[in-house]
Structure formats: C-alpha cells, structure tokens
C-alpha cells in the first residue's frame, strides 16, 4: 500500500502534523471548497479547468485563496512528485480557517489549504465491465436559489444521504433530481444517457455540477462525430434509454446496467465503449506530451 502524502499550507508534512484546528469553519460549518484532481503518469488532468472552478467557487463564497495560481500548481506538482506512484488522485481543500464559534466567518483567522495524493477507487474494478446499478433517490438536489450546485463545496450532506439510501437498497449510486423532478447527476458523477445514436446530458442549470469530465466527453463527442445535447431528462428519459453512463474525475467513465430495478437494454454500450476507449487515449496524449 503506497502512503497518501499530505501537503498543509506551503509544504509536505507527516500524516501526524497534518492537522487543522477543530474549530476551523471547514470543519465546524462545510465552510469551504474542494476539487478532486486526478493525475496519470505524474501529470495533473486537467489542471487549468480544476483551478478555475476552485477560483470561482472559493470566489462565490468570498473565501480568499492563500495562494496564487502558479503556487497552486507548484504544490499540486510538488505532491505528486512525492506520491509513490505515477497515477493516483488529488484531493485539493481550502477551508475558511479556524474561528469564533459563530458562524460569521468575519472571526476567522485565515483560510487553510491543504493537498492529499492517494488511491482511489470508486467502483470496484469488475463494475466497469458489468455496469452498475442506480436508484433515484428521495433527497433532492438543491437548485441554486437554494445553493447553486456550481459551487464545489464542502456541503455534501444531499449526496450522502443519496448515497446511503442507494446502499440501502443495495444499489451502487444514486441519481439526485431538482425540486421539478428532473434528473441533474450521481452523488458524485455527471449522467448521461444515449436514445439511438444520441447522447443527452441534463443542462448545467438544472443543478448539476459543471463537471470536467462531463466537459471532456462533449468535447470526445466533437471529435468522434458523436451527436450529444444538453436536455432536461426525467426518469422516464432514463428507463427508456437504450444506454447510460456517468463521469466523473474519481469514477472516470462507468456504465450502468439498471436503473430503479430496470434494466437498461445495452450496458456497457456502444457509445460507451467508444468514449471509453477515446478517453483513454486523451489521458495517454494529454500526460505523455
Ligand atoms: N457532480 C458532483 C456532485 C461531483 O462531486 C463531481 C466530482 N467532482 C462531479 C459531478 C464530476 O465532476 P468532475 O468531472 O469535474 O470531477
């Protein structure tokens, strides 16, 4: 088992001196944001993008980053050069900082910002072949006149609960949709869901994070003349499709067999294996260059 490598505010520690105080506001309110990064033969995917979307949600909720752009790059390189390991994940936190016990965040100090590098795995590794199984699940997906699902905070109580009431139901994931019942996403994952050659995505404004690896498969689509649209899509959309996956940084591409007990006639599908196989390649052009 390779060690994860934690990097707190300027430099690598030992796991036993990479601490925050308890009352920082990360802790005490989810006050604070994140991105999960991946990186393949020691190089970041994706950086720009995980950095502008750190930026604007550190920005929508007036919380000042303690480092410039170039220095979140540095420490992002210097913490994968330090991971044993040339593929691995990210985990990129800024917290408000420790603070009063209100949750004011005028009285707090300075923010945090600190780096992990592990594994991660987030189905296991035969799931991929045979698709997994989803719920929609009866927590909602906040919209953004209750908190915009752009913002990649450290609030992720709807997607646990989601997330536990697809255990429950011995499902892998679950699908959150908006006050309207439309679909917006996995608990962690974008959707997509494919009708004959066409693949349809809900659009970003129905309260769906604006993933990059949801970015990175629009653009596959370009390239491989894959007709795709952003569409509201409800459950019935979903137990019609003739294919379905979800994308992510931590689950990259997964297909899905069955949904709320039905199955999806092809999974993994045609489009999916396409996408698959481009992705991979991307991966391999983007990190070996
Ligand atoms: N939706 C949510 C709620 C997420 O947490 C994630 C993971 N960051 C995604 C979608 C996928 O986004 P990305 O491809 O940028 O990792």
Redesign the pocket.
């Known amino acids: 088992m390779t060690a994860p490598i934690y990097w707190l505010n300027g430099r690598i520690r030992p796991a036993a001196e990479a601490v925050l105080p308890l009352n920082d506001h990360g802790l005490l309110y989810g006050d604070g944001v994140f991105e999960?990064i991946r990186f393949y033969h020691r190089r970041p995917f994706r950086l720009t993008a995980h950095l502008e979307?750190l930026e604007a949600s550190a920005r929508a909720l007036l919380l000042e980053l303690p480092y410039d752009r170039a220095a979140l790059e540095r420490a992002v390189t210097e913490t994968i050069a330090a991971f044993d390991g040339s593929d691995g994940y990210l985990r990129l936190v800024a917290t408000r900082g420790a603070g009063t016990l209100g949750l004011d965040p005028a009285g707090c100090a300075a923010p945090n910002l600190f780096l992990i590098a592990d594994r991660v795995a987030v189905v296991g590794a035969g799931r991929r072949e045979t698709g997994i199984e989803l719920i929609t699940a009866s927590t909602r997906r906040p919209g953004p006149t209750v908190l915009d699902?752009r913002i990649?905070s450290l609030n992720?109580l709807n997607?646990i609960l989601a997330k536990l009431e697809a255990r429950r139901a011995g499902a892998d994931e679950a699908l959150l949709l908006n006050q309207h019942g439309y679909l917006t996403?996995?608990?962690?994952?974008?959707l997509f869901l494919a009708r004959g050659a066409i693949l349809y995505t809900p659009p970003v404004s129905d309260g769906?994070?604006d993933?990059?690896?949801?970015a990175v498969v629009l653009e596959l689509c370009a390239r491989e003349g894959i007709e795709a649209c952003e569409r509201s899509l409800t459950p019935y959309d979903l137990y019609t499709a003739d294919e379905c996956f979800l994308?992510?940084?931590?689950a990259e591409l997964i297909p899905v067999r069955a949904a709320d007990g039905r199955p999806l006639t092809a999974a993994p599908g045609p489009l999916y294996r396409r996408l698959e196989t481009a992705f991979r390649a991307l991966i391999d052009e983007e990190s070996t260059r």
């Open positions: 999960g979307r699902p990649k992720y997607n996403e996995g608990t962690a994952e974008n769906a994070l993933g990059i690896t949801r994308c992510g940084t931590g």
